[in-house]
């Protein structure tokens, strides 16, 4: 070991007269360096802990997406017939006169039906899905604060799975378009602490060259989520309360059974000042792993600053400047990433269909990103990603219909090329949504991490809270929709350059280690000179 760490060497005389030479060593090191030297980068103590604290990624996925089927649209026949009735446009539906057509599989099969959000009310549609992604804003400021400071990571993804069964639970119960709105936000709010506390737990057990993919399988599972849906909603699809009811379960069930036994993060724990449950914790990792970490070991601890992490990443001018870049670029992203899902009603497919293909191309998406981030950098795979989603959203422009008219709605006769041209754009939009996070844990230290990661999750809900508008919009005319949509994700793109790249950087524990160590690469690397001049 280096002379830094304090190496003392003692001899002495066994029982049987020979001379040995023990360590007597007072080895300081950090908790990077245990977890690479002692502990393991990736073993099977590392996969369990991915493993279960990324099942949580599966109900964040159904709480946000659930209203791809709940707050859809539904098809509508005429009672009579006739020339005069046309039931693939939506507009000739506020034309006829009341009574005279109704919803195929009755007034219970979406919000929209039992509460007749169409015509002169059809903005309104979009009303609950927006408020969903504001709750997540305001509750990514509360969760991010609150792991950072007060709860850590895995009490405040038990927080977040409790309120988020609660809130769905009482969604199903709604009597009204207000109360159900008022609701959704609730479960926004509760929902957030999930993503955000899941992926900075995973990542912050694990080595350096094992970031990028373990952040990827958590995404993975929100891709599980996301695929559950069509088939939790195809047999409810005559009673939308029936959805949220099973959706509630879920979590509930992983935070009585699962939850338990995931470790807090000993990196927070560090920074906390809890250096021993940070070596309880790491020595459990290590015996699962078949490894043992020497007794006369310490951990160093991190100076802290005496500020709050919110004041410390703002009077920080480097720190303050990638935030806002990274806010910037996730308002697009969120935009982007929610609104083509959301989106698919505006295609001319059957919407099960397109739901369960999008949760398809997210599985590919999640294993190329995995793969290209292990040799690819950051900036330059986040802005190619972003640009083809941008480009793919504006191919479909090219196939739209007028009106949805140029097939029957829930056929799987429509526009493939259109399809084929929006299943590329969610592909890359997802890659880009994915790798924003893991290159957001990298910008920033431990100390400041979840709040980082927070901040951004503000800007995606932000984003995504405007894309419910859109997609009601898309409603009228979808090619505007898609045109808007390709040219954000372009645009995110761009901005992507103006951040430093991470790939292979280690992970700092505070502001002012993270600044001293980069100032001295800036010989090395000249974009970080230039960032905090």
């Not at 908790?31 to 990736?42: A, H, L, M, P, T």
């Not at 609150?146 to 069964?165: E, F, H, M, P, T």
């Not at 699962?258 to 000993?266: A, D, W």
Request: aromatic share 12%; with cysteine; hydrophobic share 45%.
């Amino acid at each position: 070991m280096e002379e830094s760490q304090g190496l003392v060497f003692q001899h002495y005389i066994d029982v049987e007269g020979e001379t040995n030479l023990e360590s007597s060593t007072n080895l300081v090191l950090s908790v990077d360096e245990v977890i690479e030297e002692y502990v393991g980068s990736f073993g099977f103590s590392q996969l369990l802990h991915v493993f279960f604290v990324s099942l949580a990624w599966i109900f964040d996925s159904q709480n946000t997406l659930v209203t791809i089927f709940t707050d859809a649209q539904p098809s509508w026949t005429c009672k009579t017939g006739g020339t005069w009735c046309n039931p693939r446009s939506s507009k000739s539906m506020c034309k006829l006169k009341p009574g005279s057509w109704e919803w195929s599989n009755g007034s219970g099969s979406s919000t929209i039906a039992e509460w007749g959000l169409v015509c002169d009310q059809r903005f309104l549609a979009g009303l609950p899905a927006s408020l969903f992604f504001i709750g997540s804003l305001f509750g990514s400021v509360v969760y991010g604060h609150v792991a950072d400071k007060y709860l850590g990571r895995k009490k405040a993804v038990l927080i977040s799975c409790l309120l988020s069964s609660l809130t769905s639970f009482l969604t199903s119960l709604s009597p009204n378009v207000w109360i159900y709105a008022l609701l959704r936000f609730s479960n926004g709010f509760s929902r957030s602490g999930i993503g955000i506390c899941c992926l900075v737990l995973s990542t912050e057990a694990v080595g350096r060259k094992w970031r990028g993919q373990v952040g990827q399988y958590g995404f993975f599972f929100f891709t599980i989520g996301f695929l559950s849906l069509p088939l939790i909603a195809y047999p409810a699809r005559t009673n939308w309360r029936s959805i949220y009811i099973i959706i509630s379960v879920l979590p509930l069930v992983y935070s009585l059974t699962i939850l338990p036994f995931v470790s807090e993060s000993p990196r927070w724990l560090v920074v906390k000042g809890r250096t021993e449950e940070a070596m309880q914790v790491l020595n459990k990792l290590a015996r699962l792993n078949g490894k043992n970490i020497p007794n006369n070991l310490t951990l160093s601890t991190p100076s802290i600053e005496p500020h709050t992490p919110t004041k410390g990443i703002w009077s920080t001018r480097w720190a303050a400047k990638r935030i806002i870049t990274v806010m910037f670029a996730g308002f697009g992203v969120g935009f982007v990433y929610y609104g083509v899902q959301l989106n698919v009603e505006n295609l001319d497919f059957n919407l099960y269909f397109t739901v369960a293909l999008n949760a398809l191309m997210e599985i590919p998406a999640v294993f190329v990103g995995s793969v290209l981030l292990s040799f690819m950098d950051r900036r330059l795979l986040l802005s190619s990603s972003a640009c083809i989603a941008g480009v793919s959203c504006i191919i479909c422009t090219l196939f739209s219909r007028k009106n949805n008219g140029g097939t029957e709605k829930g056929g799987l006769k429509g526009s493939w090329p259109q399809l084929s041209a929006e299943a590329v754009g969610f592909m890359a939009a997802s890659t880009t949504f994915d790798v924003l996070y893991i290159y957001c844990i990298e910008l920033f230290p431990t100390n400041v991490r979840n709040f980082a990661v927070s901040f951004l999750r503000q800007a995606l809900m932000l984003g995504a809270s405007i894309a419910p508008l859109l997609v009601v919009l898309g409603r009228l005319s979808a090619s505007v929709s898609f045109l808007i949509f390709g040219g954000l994700a372009i645009f995110s793109g761009i901005l992507i350059f103006w951040l430093p790249e991470t790939r292979n950087s280690p992970l700092y524990e505070t502001l002012e280690q993270q600044e001293e160590e980069e100032k001295q690469n800036v010989v090395s690397d000249p974009e970080l000179e230039l960032e905090k001049q």
